[in-house]
């Protein structure tokens, strides 16, 4: 697959294994020395990273995992090996990693030396089906998920499916919280029944979807293709989300509240935008802009997938939260909630519509 995201041009290569760095540069254009590449990493791919170079001797930068790490300490430890490595502007950076190690990453490509080549080696479903695809980089900064950011392509992006397979089952489902968003937007119906499929599979409601037993190759390569697809082709419209683009951003007003709220440790990024889905819902429902049966429909698959429903938090808090949101336009909340065609913006300004929302953050949806 290709896609043009303003000027920039991105490759999409889904296939079973990792590439060697042979392949990279065989795909590429430009590369003589293997001395002007970094690998960005995070600790738990670094094997990953290792088995990319092989017995090639490349420059690694191993990040600290998890959320609570993508700050501004790991951009300036990647910009820092860069530097130290006498990396040049015509350099490549190549990230090997999940969602938070290629936002770092292609930040820190976008802005070093005013911009070098980017290449992704996606190793988890979150980043196969979302992070990969768009330009969109970032880092959180002041308690705020991805405050500063830029908009910056990747020139390939790979997606082997046997990093999945050491890939903890939290870190699926993870994933499929954006393949459920993506499904709901598409108003492709069977693609819905497909992930309701999946969910159906588990042995009992109590027990979660043991997805590596469930999908094989074709079917997760199957369900990749289609979110990339519907992914690749909004940006490709609208690659500085002036538009269309905004509404990729169904349950995420909401869930990046959570994150912020809670504390980027105690929610999972997935957990949080399956939870803003369930409230977009309800501030649809509210509007009257969601159907119900669409509602019931969204609804349901989430919880066929084991979701959790409720959290504690101040409403309150959550609104202030949602006030320092990037998708807010003219000191108005901007929100997504589905409609029959997949989703709509809506934003909230009056007295009301905050009542509104005040009541859908204490509505009990148990």
């Known amino acids: ?43 738990n791919t670094v094997q990953i990273a290792d088995k990319i170079c092989g017995k090639n001797i490349l420059t690694l930068c191993v ?21 130290n490595s006498n990396l040049s502007r015509d350099g490549i950076f190549i990230a090997a990693g999940g969602g938070v190690t290629l936002d770092l990453a292609a930040f820190a ?40 950011g830029s908009f910056y392509p990747a020139e390939a992006v790979y997606m082997p499916l046997d990093a999945l397979s050491t890939l903890p089952e939290k870190e699926w489902k993870n994933g499929f919280a954006e393949l459920i968003k993506t499904a709901a937007l598409s108003g492709d119906d069977s693609f819905m029944e497909q992930l309701a499929e999946i969910g159906q599979k588990k042995t009992s409601d109590s027990c979660p979807v043991e997805y590596k037993k469930i999908l094989n190759y074709e079917r997760t390569r199957d369900i990749i293709n289609k979110a990339v697809l519907f992914k690749g082709n909004i940006v490709s ?50 509007l009257g802009i969601t159907q119900g049966n669409r509602a019931e429909k969204i609804k349901d698959l989430i919880q066929l997938h084991g979701y959790k429903k409720n959290y504690s938090y101040n409403p309150g808090v959550l609104i202030e939260a949602m006030k320092n949101d990037k998708k807010k336009r003219n ?28 009541n859908v953050l204490k509505n009990n949806l148990d």
């Open 331 to 358: 000191g108005k909340l901007t929100f997504i909630v589905p409609n029959e065609e997949g989703a709509r913006t809506v934003t909230l300004s009056s007295d009301n519509d905050f009542a509104i929302l005040n």
């Open 63 to 83: 990040l600290k995992s998890g959320e609570e790490n993508k700050n501004w300490q790991s951009i300036e430890k990647i910009l820092l090996a860069a530097k």
């Open 237 to 286: 419209e609208d690659t500085r989300e002036s538009g269309k683009r905004m509404l990729l951003n169904l349950g995420h007003t909401f869930g990046h509240a959570l994150e912020s709220a809670l504390g980027f440790n105690n929610v999972s990024h997935g957990e949080a935008v399956a939870w803003g889905m369930l409230k977009a819902c309800d501030l649809g429902l509210r």
């Open 109 to 148: 490509a976008s802005v070093y030396m005013r911009g070098c080549r980017l290449v992704f080696i996606c190793t988890s479903l979150l980043a196969m089906v979302d992070a990969s695809i768009g330009g969109k980089t970032g880092f959180d900064l002041f308690n705020i998920k991805n405050l500063a």
């Open 1 to 43: 697959m290709r896609f043009t995201f303003d000027n920039f041009q991105t490759s999409v290569i889904i296939s079973k294994e990792i590439p060697p760095i042979q392949k990279i540069v065989n795909d590429l254009q430009g590369i003589s020395d293997y001395r002007n590449v970094i690998i960005i990493s995070d600790e």
